[in-house]
């Protein structure tokens, strides 16, 4: 079975730090990696994925992810955050063969001015 | 494009009422897939469907909730005899599904229940 871990519950920032939002993942089999962004009272959005290829990715907004198979993590970055990052970030794994997506519980970014 | 759209946003029932979700997929996407959110818990997998299809029920509880997909219209999840510990944010989620996969699951706004 699949398994997504976010140690980090809840992440403060100020507003142009660097941040890192920290995502491993356990599997037996290949996996697709996502994550995915939910506002306040909103859906969830994707922010960005991994399926193959280059292991580091990047979405519009200035983040970035990478891939690091030896460390089973994907890690989520961004170099310099904006008071509208704020927001809950969910990472998530999915099976080849299948778009059912296993979630973390999610990290909190609290951006400061 | 529309998206993924579901309803009712808001729903409040007293304990013991049925509570009843929709959801319509994105136009062309024929797998629906169900979350529940608990306050301050992350997104737990419940159901995934195709229309006229289960093919995982994996984290439905076993008693009062069940899903369906049919031919026509939305998909729908249905609660029995809610309780307060139902009260929570569900979201519907849409692929096209079909033999590729890592495809982009696009969510829908979500549904509110809050059980009295």
């Known amino acids: 079975a699949q398994s997504v871990t976010q140690l980090d519950s809840q992440v403060p920032v100020f507003e142009e730090a660097p941040v890192e939002l920290r995502c491993n993942y356990s599997?037996?089999?290949?996996?697709?990696l996502f994550w995915y962004v939910q506002y306040p009272n909103q859906g969830l959005q994707l922010l960005l994925k991994y399926l193959s290829g280059s292991t580091l990715v990047e979405s519009i907004n200035g983040f970035e992810a990478e891939f690091n198979k030896s460390q089973t993590s994907f890690h989520l970055r961004k170099p310099s955050v904006h008071i509208s990052d704020t927001a809950e970030y969910f990472c998530?794994?999915?099976?080849?063969?299948?778009?059912?997506?296993?979630f973390g519980t999610g990290t909190r970014l609290q951006v400061f001015p | 494009n529309a998206g993924v759209m579901q309803n009712p946003r808001h729903l409040v029932r007293r304990r013991g009422q049925e509570a009843r979700l929709r959801c319509s997929p994105m136009?062309?996407?024929?797998?629906v897939y169900w979350y529940r959110q608990l306050p301050e818990e992350g997104l737990k997998f419940m159901v995934y469907?195709?229309?006229?299809?289960?093919?995982?029920e994996s984290g439905m509880p076993k008693e009062r909730f069940s899903a369906e997909f049919p031919k026509e219209g939305p998909s729908i999840l249905r609660i029995q005899q809610v309780v307060r510990g139902d009260s929570a944010a569900y979201f519907c989620a849409s692929s096209p599904g079909g033999s590729n996969s890592g495809n982009t699951i696009y969510f829908g706004e979500g549904s509110w229940l809050t059980v009295v």
């Open positions: 599997s037996s089999v290949s996996v697709y």
């Open positions: 469907l195709q229309k006229e299809n289960i093919i995982d």
């Open positions: 136009k062309g996407h024929s797998h």
């Open positions: 998530a794994v999915s099976v080849k063969n299948t778009d059912k997506l296993i």
